[in-house]
């Protein structure tokens, strides 16, 4: 699913941050990314939805190499690749069901609504279809970016600390989902800071953790 060899990245005008990457995503793996604050987690992840290319070294995203890849290519790949934002935002003048849609009416899709109100209930949002997103609480604006961030069935997921600013029971809730979509299959990476959150999730579902530290990638050990 993701694929890195030796794959390094730096911002334009900076040193390396991240160096020497080397990684096997593997389709239908539930992976945590950890790692201290500035370590380059968003980083990896934008890495890994091509919304950054990588500098060094080789890496390929859902079998398509990410060097030389075109503005298409590029496009193509995102159509496969769902993100949750640790601060989601949404265009304010629409209602949640219209911005769950975003993605298939940008693809030009026709928005199925039955489909649009499964994946509501799913969340457990079905009564605010028609809400307005500045009346969401932290936890439901989370679910509605879930939600969002699926309505196109995405092979992958990505999460950046979807949790960080929810309470324990909201974060589990928003974790089950995830462990939902992992259990039909689809290849789940969640960045967080949160221990107690990959602890309560491994119990769960066969979760390994990837850590970033002193600009390398690395596997966590069995405590974690
Ligand atoms: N667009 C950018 N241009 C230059 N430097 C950047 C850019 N975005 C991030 N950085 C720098 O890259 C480093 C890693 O940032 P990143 O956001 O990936 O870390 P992080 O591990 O996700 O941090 P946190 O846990 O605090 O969210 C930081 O030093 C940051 O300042």
Redesign the pocket.
Known sequence: MIEMQDTGFG????AP?LSGMTLSLQPGSFHFLT????????????LCYADLLPTEGQMSALGKDMRGLSRDGIAALRRKVGVVH?DPQFLDHLPVAENVALPMTISGEPVNMAAMRDLLGWVGLAQQARAMPASLSGGERQRVALARAVILSPDLVLA??PTGNLDWDMSMRLMQLLIELNKSGKTVLV?T?DLNLIRATKAQVAARVLR?ANGGLHLAGADL
């Open positions: 911002y334009q005008g900076g941050l790692g201290p604050s500035g370590a380059g987690k968003t980083t990896f992840m934008r640790q950046d600390e960045a800071h970033i």
